[in-house]
C-alpha cells in the first residue's frame, strides 16, 4: 500500500487529489491530511479517509474539528506551518505539496530531503526556493514529479528524448478570462470577472495569477528548475483551447505534445502512479468535440506580469521570492477590493524596485525575504 500526504486537502487539488485516492483505494492510502480553516469539509474528510495524523491552520481550527470529530475516532492535530512541516516530515511514500504560496516551501523541504516522492502542485515553493528544493531533492534522491497541467505535460513529453536534444519548452498558457480585452477594458474588470476562468476550476488566487498572466510566469521559473531548462528555452505560446497542455521541441524539429481533458486529476494520478499509468473512469478527450486548436504570441504589453515574472527569473538569488511574495499580497489586496486588476503588475514591479534582492545562502534567508517583501508590497498597495 501506498501512504500518502495531502496538503491542501480541502482545495481545488486537494479534494481532486482525495478522488485520485479514494479511486485507487486498493493500493493507496491517505495516511496525513492537511487544511487551513474549512473545517466542515475537513471533518468529513477525516471521517472518510481516517488519516492517522492531520494538522489545520490555527488553534481555532483545530476546536472547530474536535468538535465536529465528536464520538468519531480522532487523529493526532497538529497546528500551523509546524504542523504542516511536521505532517510533509512523516512516514509518507508521498507528499502531495497543494498549499497555496510561499507556505509550501518548508513542506517541500521536509518531503525531498527525507526522499519522499514530492507530487507538486505548490509552484510558488519552486518559484522562491526552487534552487533549495531541487538539490535537496537531488542528495536524497527523491522525485519531483509535477501535477502542474503543462509541468505534468512537459515531463511526460520528456520522456521521448534526452535533456541535450531540447530545442524548447513549450507552455501552453490559455491566457486567461481577458484574453482580447483592450488595456482600457482591464482597467474596469471586476474581481468575479477574473475569478472567471476560461477552462479550468481552481482556487482563487490561481484563478487571478491566470487572469494577470502571472500564473505563466510563475511556470516559466517553474520549468526552469524543475527541468533544468535554460530560460532562453522556454517559450509561452497562448493556446486558448488549453487541449495541448504544453509541448517539447527537439532539435530534430519533432514536437512532442500531452493533449488531455482540463481535468487536474489526470496529472495528480500521473504523480502517484507514475511510471505506471491506470484506466480511472474519468471522461476521456473528445477530439470531435474541437473544431480547431489556435496559437498566438503572448502580450506583454496588456499583461506586464508575464514580463516580470520571466525577468525576475533570469536575475536569479532572491529576485523571483520578491515577485512571489509581491504578487501573492497584490492578488490578496485585489480580491479585498483593496486595489485594481491593473495594480497587480504595479505592486509587484513597485517591490521589486523597492526591495535589494541579492543572494541567497540559505532558505531561512529566502523565507526572511519572502517576510519583508510581504510588508513592502501591503505598504505599496495600500498607497496606491
Ligand atoms: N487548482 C488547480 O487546478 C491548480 C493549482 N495549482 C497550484 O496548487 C496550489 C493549490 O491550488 P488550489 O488547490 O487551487 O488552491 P486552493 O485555494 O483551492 O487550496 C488551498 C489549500 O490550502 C489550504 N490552506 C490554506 N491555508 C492553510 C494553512 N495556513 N495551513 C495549511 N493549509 C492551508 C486550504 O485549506 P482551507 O480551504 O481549509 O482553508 C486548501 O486546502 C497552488 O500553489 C496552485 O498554484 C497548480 C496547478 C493547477
Ligand atoms: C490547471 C493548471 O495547471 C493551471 O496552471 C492552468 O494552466 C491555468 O491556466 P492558464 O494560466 O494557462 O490560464
Ligand atoms: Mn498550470
Known amino acids: 500500500m501506498q501512504t500518502v500526504a495531502v496538503l491542501g486537502s480541502t482545495g481545488a487539488i486537494g479534494t481532486r487529489t482525495l478522488e485520485v485516492v479514494a479511486a485507487l483505494s486498493d493500493e493507496v492510502r491517505a495516511s496525513v491530511l492537511v487544511a487551513g480553516r474549512n473545517m466542515s469539509l475537513f471533518a468529513e474528510q477525516v471521517k472518510r479517509f481516517q488519516p492517522d495524523l492531520v494538522a489545520v491552520a490555527d488553534e481555532e481550527a483545530r476546536k472547530e474539528l474536535l468538535m465536529l470529530l465528536d464520538g468519531a475516532d480522532r487523529p493526532e492535530v497538529l497546528v500551523g506551518d509546524d504542523g504542516l512541516a511536521a505532517c510533509a516530515r512523516y512516514e509518507t511514500d508521498v507528499v502531495v505539496n497543494a498549499v497555496m504560496g510561499a507556505r509550501g516551501i518548508r513542506p517541500a523541504l521536509e518531503a525531498v530531503s527525507r526522499g519522499a516522492r514530492l507530487a507538486l502542485a505548490n509552484k510558488e515553493c519552486l518559484v522562491a526556493a526552487g534552487t533549495f528544493i531541487m538539490a535537496a531533492a537531488r ?78 510566469g510563475l511556470e516559466v521559473i517553474e520549468a526552469h528548475h524543475l527541468f533544468n531548462a535554460p530560460y532562453d528555452k522556454i517559450k509561452v505560446l497562448v493556446h486558448p483551447e488549453s487541449i495541448i497542455h504544453s509541448m517539447v521541441e527537439y532539435v530534430d524539429g519533432s514536437v512532442m505534445a500531452q493533449l488531455a481533458t482540463h481535468d487536474m486529476r489526470l496529472p495528480i494520478q500521473y504523480a502517484l502512479t507514475y511510471p505506471q499509468r491506470v484506466n480511472l473512469p474519468w471522461p476521456k478527450l473528445d477530439f470531435a468535440q474541437y473544431n480547431q486548436l489556435s496559437f498566438a504570441e503572448p502580450d506583454t504589453d496588456r499583461f506586464p506580469s508575464l514580463r516580470l515574472a520571466i525577468s525576475a527569473g533570469r536575475a536569479g538569488g532572491l529576485a523571483p521570492c520578491v515577485l512571489n511574495a509581491a504578487n501573492e499580497i497584490a492578488v490578496e489586496a485585489f480580491l479585498q477590493g483593496s486595489i485594481t486588476f491593473v495594480q497587480i503588475p504595479a505592486v509587484v514591479e513597485q517591490t521589486l524596485d523597492s526591495v535589494a534582492a541579492g543572494r541567497a545562502q540559505t532558505v531561512d534567508e529566502v523565507l526572511a525575504m519572502d517576510r519583508q517583501a510581504r510588508e513592502h508590497a501591503w505598504r505599496i498597495a495600500s498607497r496606491l
Open 139 to 216: 542528495d536524497s534522491g527523491a522525485e519531483v514529479i509535477p501535477v502542474d497541467s503543462e509541468h505534468c505535460a512537459l515531463f511526460q513529453c520528456m520522456q521521448a528524448g534526452v535533456h541535450a536534444d531540447v530545442e524548447q519548452w513549450i507552455l501552453t498558457a490559455s491566457g486567461g478570462p481577458f484574453r482580447t480585452l483592450s488595456k482600457a477594458d482591464l482597467e474596469r474588470v471586476t474581481v468575479e470577472d477574473a475569478l472567471r476562468h476560461p477552462n479550468w476550476s481552481m482556487g482563487r488566487k490561481i484563478t487571478v495569477d491566470s487572469a494577470t498572466l502571472m500564473n505563466k
